[in-house]
């Protein structure tokens, strides 16, 4: 997109909010980047530059924007719809393990050498591993400043630098202000009920529009008591992180998610917000989706009556995973009582004093050893579990987001048990796939068969043909269709 100089010109002319996050203008004369919807008045063309990434700005000697802050847009869509390397190698860069683990960390997840890394990110975004990371720690140190009163040197050290000189000097040169002067810019906290104590407040981005009912209906639907519940008109739950645990309440609004994150540990804020984007679909690109499906005049009248649905994703691909499993051939009600049983019998407790949140869900490691006659399950379903949890435990199963999806398909396919729902459904929530389709799942049968489509699974996936690559969000337009609890955003 970057290298198409006419038609980015001709979206920020627009201040087209939809390529927010897709490129970065740079203004040669003010040594600025902006969002391409930046309010202020577009520069001429031939002072435009135009850059894939934030960190390909910073590389460059450019300086965010104070106006359209676009280190805030939202990420890019095509790191969600690609499955190459160079999205996966995104996908584990938003999720901090370059901050954690360094680059080798990251080759060795991708199965490439340090030196590949740089030269195809180098190519593709204007900037290395570690030139991405650094621009994403800048993003985490802005937000710890502006909404914790931490002092300045532990921001430093939670943001993921080295030293107080490095984060001095970066924020310096990002947003042409020292720290301090940062922390004195950030307006009050708006009047109202306090945030717990040591709670990160921010405002998670998104692209308009936005429908979120399906999405929230559908996370408070199905919450697994203990790990998640629906309360104050937000949908909160815990959050197990690479340092410690945390606690999140998401609540929709007309222009962004609110946020409130409470984190033992805030080296962990970078990864939180990163689970949090990927739970709740907001990098996806509605406008392209709802486009394609529209297209079919079956499919139409949906999208016109609410455009803008995401798809529900997971904070924790390995939980869904085992979530999937206990819901085969149940209820929504009945899964998540088979999950509330392994939460309580099995889950780390924590503590939650604005809520009813007592645990996290148990880890696979956890699971591995239990007793096949514990589990309320028929036994070819324990076996299935039980393979599944000490698969994912002993490492030779992975649903990290580096993993190639397909090669992760056809893993769960030869364990016990499992099918084309099961393995479709961990796809497109687990793994993030927006081309996952569940032709065999009643209630898009029932659906389909309701607006005139084809209602058999192998009909129903040629006609579905024209739906790619989002075919997981026809799913949910028509499971919509429906009047469950999932497509209702609670009370």
């Given at each position: ?12 002319r ?15 004369t ?14 001429k ?30 990420g ?8 190459d ?12 393990v ?39 720690r800048?993003q ?5 400043i502006e ?14 630098f ?20 940062l ?43 203990g790990?998640?519940?629906w ?14 645990h945390?606690v ?32 709740l ?22 999208v ?5 649905r ?40 924590v ?19 239990l ?19 000490r ?34 459904i ?7 796939d ?12 029932r ?22 690559p ?19 955003l609670?009370?």
């Amino acid at each position: 997109m970057h290298t198409d100089t006419e038609r980015c010109v001709r979206a920020v002319r627009s201040k087209d909010a939809r390529f927010d996050g897709v490129f970065f203008t740079a203004v040669r004369t003010t040594r600025i980047y902006c969002r391409p919807s930046c309010p202020v008045v577009p520069p001429k063309p031939e002072n435009m530059e135009f850059h894939p990434s934030a960190a390909s700005c910073q590389r460059a000697g450019f300086r965010a924007c104070k106006r359209c802050r676009p280190d805030t847009s939202p990420g890019s869509p095509q790191w969600n719809v690609r499955a190459d390397a160079v999205a996966r190698a995104m996908r584990l860069i938003q999720d901090g393990v370059v901050d954690r683990e360094g680059v080798p960390g990251l080759a060795r997840r991708l199965g490439w050498s340090t030196r590949q890394i740089e030269r195809q990110l180098l190519a593709e975004l204007g900037a290395g591993p570690l030139a991405l990371a650094r621009a994403q720690r800048a993003q985490t140190a802005r937000v710890l400043i502006e909404t914790t009163p931490m002092p300045l040197g532990e921001v430093a050290f939670a943001a993921g630098f080295s030293s107080i000189r490095t984060f001095n000097e970066t924020v310096r040169e990002v947003f042409a202000l020292a720290p301090g002067e940062l922390r004195a810019r950030a307006a009050r906290p708006a009047a109202g009920r306090a945030p717990a104590s040591g709670a990160i407040t921010l405002r998670l981005p998104f692209r308009a529009p936005l429908e979120p009912s399906n999405l929230f209906g559908h996370l408070a639907a199905t919450a697994v008591p203990g790990v998640e519940e629906w309360r104050d008109g937000a949908y909160r739950r815990t959050l197990n992180l690479p340092y410690g645990h945390g606690v999140v309440a998401l609540a929709p609004r007309a222009d962004h998610i609110a946020c409130r994150l409470s984190l033992t540990d805030p080296r962990d804020l970078t990864g939180a917000i990163s689970r949090c984007r990927r739970l709740l679909d907001l990098d996806a690109d509605p406008v392209a989706v709802d486009e394609r499906l529209r297209a079919d005049p079956l499919l139409a009248p949906l999208v016109d009556a609410a455009p803008g649905r995401r798809v529900p994703g997971s904070a924790d691909p390995a939980e869904f995973a085992v979530r999937a499993v206990l819901g085969q051939q149940v209820s929504t009600a009945a899964a998540r009582t088979h999950a509330a049983r392994l939460v309580a019998a099995h889950g780390t407790p924590v503590d939650d004093p604005e809520g009813g949140l007592t645990h996290l869900f148990p880890e696979p490691g956890a699971l591995a050893a239990l007793d096949p006659e514990s589990l309320a399950l028929p036994c070819s379903r324990r076996t299935t579990l039980l393979t599944l949890v000490r698969s994912l435990a002993d490492g030779s199963l992975s649903l990290d987001p580096a993993d190639d999806r397909e090669e992760v398909r056809a893993r769960l396919l030869a364990l016990p048990g499992f099918g084309p729902w099961t393995t479709g459904i961990i796809a497109m929530r687990a793994l993030g796939d927006p081309d996952a389709f569940l032709p065999g799942d009643l209630g898009v049968r029932r659906a389909a068969e309701g607006l005139g489509l084809p209602s058999t699974p192998a009909a129903l996936t040629a006609r579905a043909a024209h739906w790619r690559p989002w075919r997981a969000y026809a799913v949910q337009y028509l499971w919509a269709t429906d009047s469950h609890p999932i497509n209702h955003l609670p009370s």
